[in-house]
C-alpha cells in the first residue's frame, strides 16, 4: 500500500466518497433518530478493497464530516472516530488479492459491526445523548443484526465488482 496516490487514484477515492454520502444522507433505507440503515457502507468496502486500510479510514473519515456542514448535523467525535475505524477494517480484512466469503465477508461483517456499531458509535450516540449506554445498545441490536446481514450479502458482489475493474483495467491497486 503506498502514501502517495495518484490524481486518477484520488479522483477514484472521492467518486467513492460522494457516493457513500448520498446514500448516507440522502438515500436511508431506515432513518429514525437512533436507528439508522443505509448502504453506505457499500463504496467504502470498496474503497478498502481497492485502496488499503490507510485510505480506508481517510475516505470514511472525510465522508462522515463532510456530512457536518452540509446537513447541518452536530460533530460527534466518537462518531468520527467509529467511521475512520470502520474504514480501517474494511481495508485491513479485505485488502487482499483471494477474498474468500468465509472467513472475510463474516469476519468483516462481525469485527465492524461489533468494534464500531456497537462499540464506538452507540457510545457517541449515547453520551452525545444524555443516555445511558446498555439501553441504547439495546434499542440498536436490530440494526447491527440487519447491516451484517446486508454486509455479507454485498460482499460476492463488491468482489466481482472490484475484480471486474482491475482487470479492465480502471482501477489500479495502490
Same mark, same amino acid.
Given at each position: 500500500?503506498?502514501?502517495?496516490?495518484?490524481?486518477?487514484?484520488?479522483?477514484?477515492?472521492?467518486m467513492l466518497?460522494?457516493?457513500?454520502?448520498?446514500?448516507?444522507?440522502?438515500?436511508?433505507?431506515?432513518?429514525?433518530?437512533?436507528?439508522?440503515? *443505509?448502504? #453506505? /457502507?457499500?463504496?467504502?468496502?470498496? !474503497? $478498502?478493497?481497492?485502496?488499503?486500510? @490507510?485510505?480506508? %479510514?481517510?475516505?470514511? =473519515?472525510?465522508?462522515?464530516?463532510?456530512?457536518?456542514?452540509?446537513?447541518?448535523?452536530?460533530?460527534?467525535?466518537?462518531?468520527?472516530?467509529?467511521?475512520?475505524?470502520?474504514?480501517?477494517?474494511?481495508?485491513?480484512?479485505?485488502?487482499?488479492?483471494?477474498?474468500?466469503?468465509?472467513?472475510?465477508?463474516? *469476519?468483516? #461483517? /462481525?469485527?465492524?459491526?461489533?468494534? !464500531? $456499531?456497537?462499540?464506538?458509535?452507540? @457510545?457517541?450516540? %449515547?453520551?452525545?445523548? =444524555?443516555?445511558?449506554?446498555?439501553?441504547?445498545?439495546?434499542?440498536?441490536?436490530?440494526?447491527?443484526?440487519?447491516?451484517?446481514?446486508?454486509?455479507?450479502?454485498?460482499?460476492?458482489?463488491?468482489?466481482?465488482?472490484?475484480?471486474?475493474?482491475l482487470k479492465?483495467?480502471?482501477?489500479?491497486?495502490?
Amino acid at each position: 500500500m503506498k502514501l502517495k496516490l495518484s490524481v486518477r487514484e484520488l479522483c477514484q477515492i472521492a467518486m467513492l466518497i460522494a457516493l457513500s454520502f448520498v446514500l448516507e444522507r440522502y438515500l436511508p433505507i431506515i432513518s429514525l433518530p437512533d436507528l439508522r440503515i *443505509t448502504l #453506505a /457502507f457499500v463504496p467504502m468496502m470498496l !474503497c $478498502g478493497m481497492l485502496f488499503g486500510p @490507510l485510505w480506508g %479510514a481517510v475516505a470514511f =473519515g472525510v465522508s462522515d464530516i463532510l456530512g457536518w456542514p452540509i446537513m447541518g448535523l452536530t460533530p460527534i467525535p466518537l462518531i468520527l472516530l467509529s467511521r475512520i475505524v470502520h474504514g480501517f477494517l474494511f481495508g485491513l480484512i479485505l485488502y487482499r488479492e483471494n477474498l474468500t466469503f468465509w472467513p472475510h465477508a463474516v *469476519t468483516n #461483517a /462481525f469485527i465492524t459491526q461489533i468494534i !464500531c $456499531g456497537a462499540g464506538l458509535t452507540t @457510545l457517541g450516540l %449515547a453520551m452525545f445523548r =444524555g443516555v445511558p449506554y446498555l439501553p441504547m445498545l439495546w434499542l440498536r441490536l436490530p440494526q447491527f443484526a440487519i447491516l451484517i446481514v446486508l454486509s455479507i450479502v454485498v460482499f460476492p458482489v463488491l468482489v466481482r465488482l472490484r475484480d471486474a475493474l482491475l482487470k479492465a483495467g480502471l482501477v489500479h491497486r495502490v
